[in-house]
DNA sequence: CCGCCAGACGTTATCTTATTACGTTATAGG
DNA sequence: CCTATAACGTAATAAGATAACGTCTGGCGG
């Protein structure tokens, strides 16, 4: 995770940042630079060079499993700690929650094996509790 | 996961299988085209259809950060619990562990929330004990 | 003030990864 | 034999990501 220290955010960084809060889930890249052709982006490199600041500053985290960013639950306390996220494969939305035990077992794991554990991803699919409880999407 | 069982295989997955065990870390989709080339495959969806039975037979996985799939270490045990990865920043090198302790966490949540769990990734990134521990990649 | 550097930016082209669409072949059941 | 199903072959295209280049700015030493 190695998170920088946080500088004012340029233009462009305050473009997709907003882009990602204004979404009630996760967006592509090439998602975020549709929302923001209006502003004046063309090119997928001015939302991925945004997205690269925006991770490495905590503010955004990076869906492996979807190739899509969502913005940080919790931006204020920079949570150190990895995040995971359970995403709804009905709905579409994401829940990101700190997993306490289940890093710490992964930390064990490594510690034991020898690997020098520098970032983790941990992924939920399945359903969320509004969609698996009635049968229409969630709202 | 959801594991299906498994009749024997047809003779394009036997090729790909086979190219991932001979491989000695993951490759991706087009690695495994350019293997199998001289076995006649000629297009990405040879080998994408081919993956796509292998990982529902529970004999592949895929490497979500990676976009990239491995053979699985212990096929015999089918391991219903869902399977965790480390992945050698330096080396390249994947080893597949069992996160029993993670995955009861990560179950724990899910239960507490009224998620309903089908799935779970889980990779881990950092340098394996061979690449920490000495300045040579590992063999 | 001037020259220089570093960081952000803009643009184009290209590369990698994955899927859609459609037709063919092999095979098992009735 | 007829037909339904699954696997396969091929071409085209979509979706995701990066390389390579040049420009523009603001800050700083001289
Ligand atoms: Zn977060
Ligand atoms: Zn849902
Ligand atoms: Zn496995
Ligand atoms: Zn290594």
């Known amino acids: 995770?190695?998170?920088?220290?946080?500088?004012?955010?340029?233009?462009?960084?305050?473009?997709v940042f907003s882009a990602?809060?204004?979404?009630?889930?996760?967006?592509?890249?090439?998602?975020?630079?549709?929302?923001l052709r209006a502003e004046g982006f063309r090119?997928?490199?001015?939302?991925?060079?945004?997205?690269?600041?925006?991770?490495?500053?905590?503010?955004?985290?990076?869906l492996e499993s979807l190739n899509a960013f969502?913005?940080?639950s919790h931006p204020q306390c920079a949570h150190?700690?990895?995040a995971a996220f359970a995403i709804c494969e009905k709905c579409g939305q994401v829940a990101e929650f700190s997993p306490g035990r289940a890093t710490d077992a992964l930390?064990?794991?490594?510690?034991?094996?020898g690997?020098?554990?520098?970032?983790?991803?941990?992924?939920?699919?399945?359903?969320?509790r509004l969609c698996s409880g009635a049968p229409a999407?969630?709202?």
């Open 1 to 15: 995770m190695t998170l920088q220290a946080q500088p004012e955010l340029t233009k462009n960084q305050s473009l």
């Open 20 to 35: 990602l809060n204004r979404a009630d889930g996760p967006l592509t890249a090439y998602a975020i630079l549709d929302e």
């Open 43 to 62: 090119a997928p490199l001015q939302v991925y060079r945004a997205l690269e600041r925006l991770q490495a500053y905590g503010l955004v985290h990076r």
């Open 70 to 72: 969502v913005a940080c």
């Open 80 to 82: 150190q700690e990895s």
């Open 107 to 113: 930390k064990a794991w490594a510690t034991q094996t």
């Open 115 to 128: 690997f020098a554990l520098t970032n983790t991803t941990i992924e939920l699919r399945g359903m969320c």
């Open 137 to 139: 999407p969630c709202a």
